[in-house]
């Protein structure tokens, strides 16, 4: 998700006692959220993130909870549509996760709330947690029941049925070599990043004339990243190996690229996100350069893009319980019903949606081509009601 250099001395988790450590987790909108405490302050709530290289504090009202030196500041490039943004350097901090105790371990504070996690997720998230989290131990993620353990890579039980693919660890992130079999039927041998911090199947990156690989491609903003938005287009690609398990008709991302950022990429093809790998129970473990994958009940369901065409968010202002309209793709469902930017929902089918999650709004408006929902909306002091059908577009 981001790149600079990290201090040279290691950082890294170990666990205070016994040979496993259950480690509480909770999936919120594709993404991993673990609790934890830093100097004896929170808890806090932070994305385990295999994308990054370095403990990274997004919520700049923590800045002056630690001592940082100001003077000291670093730049952290993505690849979204701004200039990279400026963060600070933590002095090392004590970092208490269930079980474990953190060694070395500093964090970047950003200045600036750049990713907008919170809103996105519709909770407090204050931080990603990566490579230092991953480097010593082997993680075990079961999807199918939403818990993590945590053990050296020697006390780790692994599973029985599944397959194991080799990995490198590059950079301070796993990357794994697979087969992508594109819309034309281009094969192309691609080294993906394993990205628990990305929220979508796959995204390929630096592709010439990509029109030609894939099918019926929309537009699309693909999230958030440290430096502003990703455009670009999704559609689907004929298959993805990993693996004994050929994943066929991928949703994939393909990101738009100017040339200053295309060599922020360039020593890989693209990215394996969460939602991918979340039709499998995991281990990763780096030390052994391995990861583990076992089939979940979702691995032959047939996957969905959402059908609104509707990018929301929380306010943070109000308890996370307004959602509200950020972006309307054109030619989308939203679009044809006369949804429009900063529009508040306040209601589907007549019923509230402070109660809903991000994640249960996401199921409804990937639920069904053709399916109906009242929306009410809140529009320049007035509450109007609006008919979205749900179009499929990919």
Do not use: W
């Not at 259950?22 to 609790?35: Q, S």
């Not at 594109?182 to 630096?206: C, P, Q, R, W, Y």
Request: net charge positive; aromatic share 8%.
């Amino acid at each position: 998700m981001c790149n600079f250099c990290a201090p040279a001395q290691a950082q890294y988790f170990t666990i205070k006692s016994g040979n496993t450590q259950d480690v509480a987790i909770e999936l919120v909108r594709n993404l991993i959220v673990i609790k934890l405490k830093i100097n004896n302050k929170g808890p806090f709530n932070f994305i385990l993130d295999t994308g990054v290289g370095f403990m990274l504090i997004t919520d700049p009202k923590l800045l002056d909870s630690f001592i940082v030196n100001k003077n000291r500041s670093i730049k952290i490039a993505g690849l979204g549509e701004t200039e990279p943004i400026e963060a600070f350097v933590t002095a090392p901090l004590k970092v208490d996760v269930d079980g474990l105790e953190s060694h070395n371990v500093s964090a970047a504070i950003l200045k600036d709330d750049a990713l907008g996690l919170s809103g996105y997720s519709g909770k407090p998230i204050h931080g990603l947690l990566g490579y230092e989290f991953f480097c010593q131990l082997a993680v075990k993620i079961k999807f199918s029941d939403t818990t993590m353990q945590v053990a050296k890579p020697k006390d780790m039980r692994f599973f029985r049925r599944g397959v194991k693919l080799p990995i490198k660890i590059d950079g301070q992130k796993p990357y794994l070599d697979t087969k992508v079999v594109f819309a034309d039927g281009t094969e192309k041998l691609s080294k993906l990043v394993i990205d628990l911090g990305a929220g979508h199947f796959l995204s390929m990156e630096n592709l010439e004339n990509k029109a030609v690989l894939q099918k019926n491609a929309i537009t699309a903003n693909l999230g958030m990243t440290v430096t502003g938005f990703m455009n670009g287009t999704v559609s689907r690609i004929k298959q993805l190996d990993l693996g004994k398990y050929k994943m066929k008709d991928v949703i994939t991302s393909f990101p738009d690229f100017d040339e200053n950022l295309r060599a922020l990429s360039a020593k890989r093809d693209g990215n394996l996100g969460i939602a991918m790998l979340k039709k499998f129970d995991i281990i990763i473990s780096y030390p052994d350069s391995v990861l583990y994958l076992k089939p979940g009940l979702s691995i032959n369901k047939k996957d969905e893009h959402d059908m609104s065409g509707l990018v929301y968010y929380t306010n943070l202002k109000d308890d996370f319980k307004h959602i509200i309209i950020h972006k309307v793709e054109e030619g989308s469902a939203a679009d044809v019903a006369g949804l429009q930017p900063n529009d508040e929902i306040v209601s589907i089918n007549f019923k509230p949606v402070s109660p809903l999650s991000m994640q249960q709004i996401d199921n409804l408006f990937k639920s069904a081509d053709g399916r109906s929902f009242m929306l009410g909306i809140f529009r320049d002091h007035e509450f109007l009601n609006v008919m979205l059908t749900l179009k499929r577009r990919i």
